[in-house]
């Protein structure tokens, strides 16, 4: 069944015609223009030739599967060194001059696969379409479950995106912006949440020859000359947060402090609250890492997250600083083989360090490389950096609260996951609650607020109690064949353990 197509739009083709040479100078038939025998025309269509698609959906989903399985690229499609983006080629499409739309499709696929084919995606049959200042790439995606025709995986962003001129007078639109779409997210049962920022994209095309015919009237000069350099676009994507967090009141102590709440002091007591990432522990209690999640040391499983109590530090309400440490370790397993994990995290002895509005989370990490198996121990790695209240932290009723703190993931913090995650990923947030007197009240509850990094889903199916196994038995570990595919790898949280942004969202298969 025929698809209803987008327009696209490269730019404003009148503006651009001069600067871009021949190759897409407006015919003399054009929208509104009479031919050589003065009869009016309708405005043609012109054809598109020869195209590109340099993109590659993104870099650190393509970094794990490297490391996990293999990338293979098929018919006539080809993949840069180093695990670099792919082009796909031969591009044909048409370029409407009434609207300045183009519609360009192109050849070849790529397979990604890994864990003995339980991950197994191909990419084919991809599209690229603009309309005004915004766009959408589309592909086929087959796994063992089925295809999904037309499925668009990006919105584009072309605001800020400058034509250039390539070799034999092609049109060149370089490190356009891309997105994830509603739909793609949608589709991974919103665990990977619309807007995430995949690899920008560059396209690539050649207008075919038109008849020879002279214009009745010179195209429109462009207001400036263009340029190749490319807007700008920023590597990792900080998820939109608000600038200010509510910070939510603990409840009052019924017996007066001994200590004016302003004072510095030492920290007596209090707890940290934190999941690490929510999509990791679907990953790592899912169908593909077939895992558990274990807490020991006096940490224990609290809502989506976990808990690590008696904090000890200090406090000081004039420097608006604080520095506590938390008891207890978290385990993360995953990958069995030969009655051992391969995916073997833990994180320990977690330090909240804050000055003002800036704060590190620190922890003791020991991981596994899943290749070598070698474990690699890191002492005091700066694991996330915090962004904290306007203000800083302060104590109220002898108590110092930190609600639903947004964290991201450092460069140093990337270690600790086998480069799964590039530095700037969003963590789940947390909330600290510390205690500078010994008769001040802690809040009795406090979950781990897992902020934007939600939607994940919680990891805490099984058995959750003081130093218990956490997920080992999901409701993600079952995955009958009715389970359709895209809410098959949603589930799984792959994509977001990864940090994919592999392209899945609807649309129908164009007719050749």
Same mark, same amino acid.
């Given at each position: 069944?025929?698809?209803?197509?987008?327009?696209?739009?490269?730019?404003?083709?009148?503006?651009?015609?001069?600067?871009?040479?021949?190759?897409?100078?407006?015919?003399?038939?054009?929208?509104?223009?009479?031919?050589?025998?003065?009869?009016?025309?309708?405005?043609?269509?012109?054809?598109?030739?020869?195209?590109?698609?340099?993109?590659?959906?993104?870099?650190?989903?393509?970094?794990?599967?490297?490391?996990?399985?293999?990338?293979?690229?098929?018919?006539?499609?080809?993949?840069?060194?180093?695990?670099?983006?792919?082009?796909?080629?031969?591009?044909?499409?048409?370029?409407?001059?009434?609207?300045?739309?183009?519609?360009?499709?192109?050849?070849?696929?790529?397979?990604?696969?890994?864990?003995?084919?339980?991950?197994?995606?191909?990419?084919?049959?991809?599209?690229?379409?603009?309309?005004?200042?915004?766009?959408?790439?589309?592909?086929?995606?087959?796994?063992?479950?089925?295809?999904?025709?037309?499925?668009?995986?990006?919105?584009?962003?072309?605001?800020?995106?400058?034509?250039?001129?390539?070799?034999?007078?092609?049109?060149?639109?370089?490190?356009?912006?891309?997105?994830?779409?509603?739909?793609?997210?949608?589709?991974?049962?919103?665990?990977?949440?619309?807007?995430?920022?995949?690899?920008?994209?560059?396209? +690539? =095309? &050649?207008?075919?020859?038109? $008849? %020879?015919?002279? /214009? @009745?009237? *010179? #195209?429109?000069?462009? !207001?400036?000359?263009?340029?190749?350099?490319?807007?700008?676009?920023? +590597? =990792? &994507?900080?998820?939109?947060? $608000? %600038?200010?967090? /509510? @910070?939510? *009141? #603990?409840?009052?102590? !019924?017996?007066?402090?001994?200590?004016?709440?302003?004072?510095?002091?030492?920290?007596?007591?209090?707890?940290?609250?934190?999941?690490?990432?929510?999509?990791?522990?679907?990953?790592? !209690?899912?169908?593909?890492?077939?895992?558990?999640?274990?807490?020991?040391?006096?940490?224990?499983?609290?809502?989506?997250?976990?808990?690590?109590?008696?904090?000890?530090?200090?406090?000081?309400?004039?420097?608006?600083?604080?520095?506590?440490?938390?008891?207890?370790?978290?385990?993360?397993?995953?990958?069995?083989?030969?009655?051992?994990?391969?995916?073997?995290?833990?994180?320990?002895?977690?330090?909240?360090?804050?000055?003002?509005?800036?704060?590190?989370?620190?922890?003791?990490?020991?991981?596994?490389?899943?290749?070598?198996?070698?474990?690699?121990?890191?002492?005091?790695?700066?694991?996330?950096?915090?962004?904290?209240?306007?203000?800083?932290?302060?104590?109220?009723?002898?108590?110092?609260?930190?609600?639903?703190?947004?964290?991201?993931?450092?460069?140093?913090?990337?270690?600790?996951?086998?480069?799964?995650?590039?530095?700037?990923?969003?963590?789940?947030?947390?909330?600290?609650?510390?205690?500078?007197?010994?008769?001040?009240?802690?809040?009795?509850?406090?979950?781990?607020?897992?902020?934007?990094?939600?939607?994940?889903?919680?990891?805490?199916?099984?058995?959750?109690?003081?130093?218990?196994?956490?997920?080992?038995?999901?409701?993600?570990?079952?995955?009958?064949?009715?389970?359709?595919?895209?809410?098959?790898?949603?589930?799984?949280?792959?994509?977001?353990?990864?940090?994919?942004?592999?392209?899945?969202?609807?649309?129908?298969?164009?007719?050749?």
């Amino acid at each position: 069944m025929a698809a209803t197509r987008r327009p696209i739009a490269l730019a404003a083709a009148v503006a651009t015609a001069a600067a871009l040479g021949n190759a897409f100078a407006l015919p003399a038939f054009a929208a509104g223009q009479s031919g050589s025998d003065g009869a009016s025309a309708a405005a043609p269509t012109m054809e598109l030739k020869d195209g590109t698609l340099d993109w590659g959906f993104k870099e650190s989903f393509r970094k794990y599967i490297g490391a996990a399985g293999k990338i293979t690229v098929k018919d006539g499609a080809t993949q840069a060194a180093g695990n670099g983006v792919f082009t796909f080629v031969n591009g044909k499409g048409t370029y409407d001059m009434t609207t300045h739309g183009t519609d360009t499709a192109f050849e070849g696929g790529v397979n990604f696969s890994a864990h003995g084919g339980v991950l197994d995606i191909t990419l084919s049959d991809v599209k690229l379409s603009t309309a005004g200042k915004g766009g959408a790439i589309t592909a086929d995606v087959a796994t063992p479950q089925g295809t999904q025709n037309d499925v668009a995986v990006a919105d584009l962003d072309l605001s800020a995106v400058k034509p250039g001129q390539g070799a034999g007078g092609a049109m060149v639109f370089k490190d356009i912006p891309a997105k994830l779409t509603k739909a793609g997210s949608e589709a991974f049962n919103g665990q990977y949440q619309t807007g995430e920022v995949l690899d920008p994209a560059t396209l +690539t =095309v &050649k207008a075919v020859t038109p $008849p %020879t015919e002279k /214009p @009745t009237e *010179k #195209p429109t000069e462009p !207001t400036g000359k263009p340029t190749e350099k490319p807007t700008e676009k920023p +590597t =990792v &994507k900080p998820t939109d947060r $608000p %600038t200010t967090q /509510p @910070t939510p *009141k #603990p409840s009052p102590s !019924t017996t007066a402090t001994d200590k004016p709440a302003a004072d510095p002091g030492a920290i007596v007591d209090g707890t940290l609250n934190w999941g690490v990432k929510a999509s990791f522990r679907t990953y790592v !209690t899912g169908p593909i890492a077939h895992g558990k999640v274990e807490t020991t040391g006096g940490a224990t499983a609290s809502g989506d997250g976990y808990r690590f109590p008696d904090a000890t530090g200090h406090f000081d309400a004039d420097k608006k600083t604080l520095n506590a440490e938390f008891d207890g370790k978290v385990r993360f397993l995953g990958h069995q083989e030969d009655g051992a994990y391969t995916l073997d995290l833990s994180l320990s002895n977690l330090r909240i360090q804050a000055d003002g509005t800036k704060g590190r989370l620190i922890a003791d990490v020991s991981s596994k490389d899943r290749e070598t198996k070698k474990i690699a121990t890191y002492t005091g790695l700066a694991v996330a950096d915090l962004k904290l209240p306007a203000g800083g932290p302060t104590a109220k009723d002898g108590v110092v609260t930190l609600s639903a703190v947004p964290a991201t993931l450092t460069a140093d913090g990337t270690k600790a996951f086998g480069g799964m995650y590039e530095a700037g990923e969003q963590l789940d947030a947390l909330t600290v609650a510390v205690a500078l007197d010994k008769n001040a009240e802690l809040p009795s509850t406090g979950g781990s607020s897992t902020g934007g990094s939600a939607t994940g889903g919680s990891s805490t199916g099984g058995t959750v109690g003081g130093g218990g196994t956490v997920g080992g038995s999901g409701a993600l570990a079952s995955t009958g064949s009715d389970v359709p595919a895209g809410a098959l790898f949603a589930a799984s949280g792959l994509i977001m353990a990864a940090g994919a942004g592999a392209v899945v969202v609807a649309r129908r298969r164009r007719t050749a």
